[in-house]
C-alpha cells in the first residue's frame, strides 16, 4: 500500500551553516512528487533527512503518521522506504542478478543464524525472491545482462540497476536521486516510460529529485521548490516553471529582469 509523508518545520545545521530551514510539505499516498531547484538548494539534503542518512537538528519527519525523524536507514527500509542514489552505489564485481537481490534481503525471513544454517524455509524464500528479480530484469530487458558484473555494463544500465534493487525490497514509498543525471535522451525517455508503468501496475509513492525539467513534467503530480534550503512555492510542474520567484532562482534576478 502507498506511503504518505509529511515534513512539519524540518531544519538541517551543520555547525553554523543552515542547510534546511523550516521545510514544511505532505505527499498523499500514491502520487508522483517532486523536489526541484537550482544547485545547493538541499534537494540532496533533504532526501538524506527523509531516508536516515542526516538526522535533522529539528522538526517532524512522518511515514503513515509513525514519527521517524532521526530513524537508522534499516528501520525505515522495514517500513517500506527504499530510495536510489544520485551516483549509483553498485557492487560492480558482482553481477547484475546479485545487485538486484541485495534489495530483497529486507524482505527474508528469520535471522542470519537461520540463513547461514540455510534452513528450508530461507532456502525457499530465497529462491522465490531470485526469481523475482530475474522477472524484474526481464521486464526491464536486461534478462541477458543478469549474471555479466555490473562494471560491464554502461552507466544508464547501472541507474536502471539501482531502481530495480530498490523495488524487489516491494516499498510503498520511493525516492529517486537525480535519476536523469548522466543519462541519453534517449535513457531519459525509457525511464519515463519505466515509472509510468510502475505507476499503472504498483500501489506506492514515489518522490524524484530531478535538475531534468522535461522529466519532471512528464511524470509528477506536484512539486516542492527549494531554495538555499527553504521552500520556495509548492503546485504542479507547470506553475513552477512559470513563477517568477523560481525563475529568478533558477536564473539570476538580473537575467529574470532582462527576459520579462
Known sequence: MAASLSLNDVNLHFGGV???????????????????????????????????HYKPSSGSITIDGTEVLGSA?????????????????????????????LGGHIRLPGWPVSWALRLPYTVNAERGMRAEALEFLERAGLGWAAHLPAD????????????????LSHPSLLLLDEPAAGLSH?????????????????????????????LISALTDRVVVLDHGRKL?????????????VIEAYIGKDAADDAA
Open 18 to 52: 543552515k542547510v534546511l530551514q523550516e521545510v514544511s510539505f505532505d505527499v498523499e499516498p500514491g502520487v508522483i512528487f517532486g523536489l526541484v531547484g537550482p544547485n545547493g538548494a538541499g534537494k540532496t539534503s533533504l532526501f538524506n533527512c527523509i531516508s536516515g
Open 73 to 101: 536507514p534499516f528501520r525505515l527500509s522495514r517500513l517500506g522506504l527504499a530510495r536510489t542514489f544520485q551516483h549509483p552505489a553498485l557492487q560492480l564485481h558482482a553481477t547484475v542478478l546479485e545487485n538486484v537481490l
Open 152 to 167: 560491464e555494463l554502461p552507466h544508464g544500465l547501472h541507474k536502471g540497476i539501482e531502481l530495480w534493487r530498490a523495488l
Open 186 to 214: 534517449g535513457e531519459v525517455e525509457q525511464f519515463i516510460k519505466t515509472v509510468r508503468r510502475l505507476r499503472a501496475e504498483q500501489d506506492i509513492t514515489i518522490i524524484i529529485v530531478e535538475h531534468h525539467m522535461g
Open 233 to 245: 512555492m509548492e503546485g504542479t510542474a507547470a506553475e513552477a516553471q512559470s513563477d517568477p520567484r
